[in-house]
């Protein structure tokens, strides 16, 4: 009896394996595009006001064929002539920023510029480790919706009357860059991603984020948790498939959020055509403009090159 439950127990392990290295490999790209379904109704526009140049921004809900609805900033050239199409850039950044990443360029170097806001409406800041248990299964959900909604957000740009469809770029700028990562993979339409201060491996990115402040027996087995828990955000899974379609891989070298390894992790796992930049900054934030500023010539720098304005 004893040898017929050892056996049974090995037995479940072995199948516990092959169910977790299956979820890990899984590709999460028909899930995304099921999600965000097809485009039936935009609602609520809204104008929110202008930047310092004069844009104007302007806040729109995306509501999908599967009842999936996304909140959608747009900022307008104040240049922009009726009837005029111009490339555009779908902006997303980290939780912290949502939908306000569209007004924090000084400049968008003439593009329309688009940004959503996170699927999740509940506390990200100052969690206590209770608090984030209790809404762990709320944030992650989130999180996995969120490529959907920068697909939704994309189907909206292509549909706008003042946006050339064959010219419109992805931007993702640090926690963006697994979201923008899987949306440009999945969306073939998309003419190309600029990955900005993130990286792949999000193990090590985990780990490098939250293991300085607790002991290595706790870090590592907690980062791979949490990492596998994320899986289907995974970048280095999906940058491949963007080729043919060029992809920008901006890094910093004092950055201290996002370790080397990951960032190489990420580059050497695109296809060409594919560019790095190492810039001499830290971890980039909304309230550092310079920085921004200089980011964004980098990024419409290699737009240009490759026709995507």
Not at 135 to 142: T, Y
Not at 159 to 183: E, Q
Not at 193 to 214: F, S
């Amino acid at each position: 009896m004893r040898r017929a439950g050892c056996l049974i127990a090995l037995a479940a392990l072995g199948v516990l394996g092959l169910a977790v290295r299956g979820y890990l490999a899984r590709d999460y790209r028909p899930t995304f595009s099921r999600i965000a379904g097809e485009l039936v109704m935009v609602r609520d526009e809204t104008q929110v006001g202008a930047t310092e140049s004069g844009d104007l921004v302007m806040d729109y809900t995306l509501v999908s064929d599967t009842g999936f609805t996304v909140r959608v900033r747009v900022r307008t050239p104040s240049d922009l002539a009726t009837g005029e199409r111009r490339p555009a850039v779908l902006l997303v950044n980290g939780l912290r920023t949502g939908i306000r990443a569209a007004e924090v360029p000084t400049s968008t170097g003439g593009a329309v510029m688009a940004s959503v806001a996170f699927p999740y409406d509940g506390p990200t800041r100052d969690l206590s480790t209770w608090q984030w248990i209790r809404h762990f299964g709320e944030i992650r959900r989130g999180l996995i919706d969120t490529p959907s909604a920068l697909l939704l957000a994309a189907q909206y740009l292509y549909s706008r009357p003042d946006v050339d469809p064959d010219r419109v770029t992805i931007i993702g700028v640090s926690l963006g860059v697994p979201f923008a990562t899987a949306a440009a993979a999945t969306d073939h339409r998309l003419a190309g991603a600029a990955l900005i201060h993130g990286g792949g491996d999000l193990r090590r990115l985990l780990l490098a984020a939250y293991g300085d402040d607790r002991p290595g027996y706790v870090a590592e087995p907690a980062a791979a948790i949490l990492a596998g828990v994320l899986a289907p955000l995974e970048p280095v899974k999906y940058v491949d498939d963007i080729a043919p379609r060029p992809v920008l891989v901006i890094s910093a070298t004092g950055d201290e959020r996002i370790p080397r390894e990951s960032v190489l992790a990420l580059y050497e796992a695109a296809r060409r055509p594919k560019k790095m930049v190492w810039v001499e900054s830290t971890h980039v934030a909304a309230s550092e403009r310079e920085i921004i500023d200089d980011l964004m010539g980098h990024v419409l720098e290699w737009m240009g090159a490759n026709g995507l304005r």
